[in-house]
């Protein structure tokens, strides 16, 4: 089990707000994804649910027991850090089986543990190795595997993969997916790639300065999004955002259009337009558009190679019906 | 190309030669002593004697058959060992608690610790005896333990604080998440990963405990005097015996820099520690 409620939870440094009031569920066997730029609360936030960090004010439940004055270790929650935290004296079968000794397990059942925690993560080899002597990449692994050694209520990971080159990061990525799939644990993942919440999660919860903007499905803050915030920080590369004439047009204040909305065409398009810099991934291609009219530059995303050129003239057609249209505060017309 | 050849010359030989005349002028009342303690009183005091004389250890024999020179030895290493024991049984908790759980006022905490080092010992001294003697612990070595570990005490904490404040806070906190209690994370988790800093801070603080002599000398008579009172003893009324005095320094000084000089990595380790980070 693994259901985390947070009742009216508030955070202050001093006098500051952190965390305004919030409320929160976290259903048992969800992957939640805590997403928001940097100084947006979602790590203090993971924190507060760890027990690292006090709340000033509300209740955190974790399986209907309130656990606001119960310390880290009796919550029953593991913990990925970002900067891995392994214990550097240790080798990684000492670090795995850290916890299973502070539990007082006799030591067969803690090798037990270990060694069949190490097996899933491909870490059997490395059993004698201090951390010292692994990669990025493996003393993450070693760090989860401290993690699910304890066979958790839920996982808390705070940015597990920030410290990780790209290539790494993909496949870590998959692992811990196939890792959630496989385990059916809750686990509360805090990142502020907007692509790792995307791919990860079964429940986005975006974040700015404390509070939660939109809490949803990928799929829903990706063509749903409530507000101005959530819209421009879901997608990549961002949707195009427009005040103005255009924007009264279509009965908006603002108006937004993902680039991967817009279509070229060879005449007739709503927009005209000059290229700008074009960016070819081979699988797409990002056109910034120049001199269209609106207030700003236009990103089109096109779909494979896409022969243009700086300066080129082209026309193009936002699919009308996938407009996204925001009121003079930011929220969500349609 | 004729005057950068002059310079690196200079330094080439310059440096070398500057250090070790420094090296030397500041070792040499050292030899002196080493060496006046191989001379009979007589001897010490002649000029030319200075470095031509026919050496004898009556001096050492002198002092272990009439001036007792073990029991204020075995008083030196009681006391250097128990108080360094208790400054850091103390000390590691205090750093400890400042460095992962600061508060507001932990600064402020740590100054005022320092600031107790800043207070002339001199200031305090007739509190000192009248209170010792009230108590009735005048001359124990419960009291001279007690107050050298409470003078060193403040830089114990400093020196652990620094320490401290270099391991990451996420290596404690993963400890907290793992299950471990308070004293768990220091003995688990605190202690292995600072263990050069602990030992280095130990020795340094044994070395004080050690060398100390303003409240040895002053609060102890004879059941609990160090080897800093027999050196203060042998100023003798009789005036200034200077073989005798250079043989009791000596054997006092002796086992500490022997100590320092096995220890000198982890010394000079300790001492620079985030200095070179």
Redesign the interface.
Same mark, same amino acid.
């Given at each position: 089990m693994g259901h985390i409620v947070l009742k009216n939870v508030t955070k202050s440094f001093e006098n500051l707000e952190v965390i305004p009031p919030l409320d929160l569920t976290i259903e048992d066997g969800e992957f939640a994804v805590f997403v928001g730029p940097s100084g947006c609360g979602k790590s203090t936030l993971l924190r507060m649910i760890a027990g690292l960090e006090d709340l000033t004010s509300g209740e955190i439940e974790i399986d209907g027991e309130k656990v606001s004055e119960v310390p880290p270790s009796k919550r029953g929650l593991a913990m990925v850090f970002q900067s891995y935290a392994l214990y550097p004296h240790m080798s990684v079968r000492k670090n795995i089986g850290f916890p299973l000794r502070m539990e007082g397990l006799v030591k067969s059942e803690i090798d037990a543990r270990v060694e069949s925690a190490a097996k899933s993560l491909n870490l059997t080899d490395y059993l004698d190795r201090k951390p010292a002597a692994l990669s990025g990449g493996q003393r993450q692994r070693v760090a989860i595997g401290r993690a699910i050694v304890r066979d958790p209520t839920a996982f808390l990971f705070d940015e597990p993969l920030s410290n990780l080159d790209a290539a790494l990061r993909v496949g870590m990525r998959l692992e811990i997916s196939e890792m959630h799939k496989r385990m059916k644990t809750t686990m509360i993942y805090v990142t502020h790639d907007q692509v790792e919440a995307m791919t990860m999660a079964d429940k986005i919860i975006v974040l700015q300065s404390g509070a939660i903007e939109q809490v949803g499905t990928p799929l829903e803050l990706y063509n749903i999004p409530q507000n101005l915030f959530v819209a421009g920080f879901i997608g990549s590369p961002k949707m195009n955002l427009f005040t103005g004439k255009e924007a009264e047009n279509q009965g908006a204040y603002t108006l937004g259009i993902r680039p991967e909305h817009i279509d070229i065409v060879s005449s007739g398009g709503l927009w005209k337009g000059k290229v700008g810099v074009a960016e070819h991934l081979g699988s797409d291609t990002f056109i910034h558009v120049h001199e269209t009219g609106l207030a700003k530059v236009v990103t089109v995303r096109a779909s494979g190679e896409v022969d243009l050129k700086y300066g080129d003239q082209i026309s193009l057609s936002p699919r009308s019906d996938l407009f996204h249209k925001f009121d003079p505060k930011g929220i969500r017309l349609t | 190309m004729a005057i950068v050849s002059k310079t690196s010359n200079l330094v080439k030989y310059g440096r070398p030669i500057l250090a070790w005349s420094i090296g030397l002028l500041f070792f040499f009342p050292i030899f002196w002593m080493v060496l006046t303690s191989f001379k009979t009183d007589a001897d010490a005091v002649k000029p030319e004697h200075l470095i031509w004389f026919t050496p004898t250890l009556d001096n050492y024999f002198n002092m272990t058959e009439n001036y007792d020179y073990w029991r204020f030895a075995k008083n030196s290493v009681i006391t250097a060992i128990f108080a360094t024991i208790f400054t850091l049984f103390v000390g590691i908790p205090a750093a400890y608690a400042m460095a992962f759980n600061p508060s507001r006022s932990t600064k402020d905490i740590l100054m005022w610790m320092l600031s107790t080092k800043m207070l002339p010992a001199a200031a305090v001294l007739y509190p000192m005896i009248y209170l010792s003697k009230g108590l009735g612990l005048y001359d124990t070595k419960f009291l001279i333990v007690t107050v050298v570990s409470l003078i060193n005490l403040p830089i114990a904490i400093w020196m652990l604080f620094t320490y401290f404040k270099e391991i =990451?806070k996420?290596?404690i906190?993963? !400890?907290?998440?793992?299950?471990?209690?308070t004293f !768990?994370e220091i003995k688990?988790?605190l202690v =292995?990963?600072a263990w050069g800093g602990i030992a280095s801070t130990a020795l340094l603080i044994f070395i004080f405990c050690w060398n100390e002599a303003y409240w040895t000398v002053r609060l102890t008579t004879i059941d609990a005097a160090t080897l800093s009172k027999l050196i203060e003893g042998n100023r003798a009324p009789e005036g200034l015996f200077f073989g005798r005095l250079s043989a009791v320094s000596t054997a006092a000084v002796g086992p500490i820099v022997v100590l320092g000089w096995f220890c000198q990595k982890q010394l000079v380790k300790g001492l620079t520690f985030g200095a070179v980070k």
């Open positions: - | =990451p996420d290596i906190e993963a !400890g907290k998440m793992d299950g471990v209690n !768990g688990e988790i =292995p990963l």
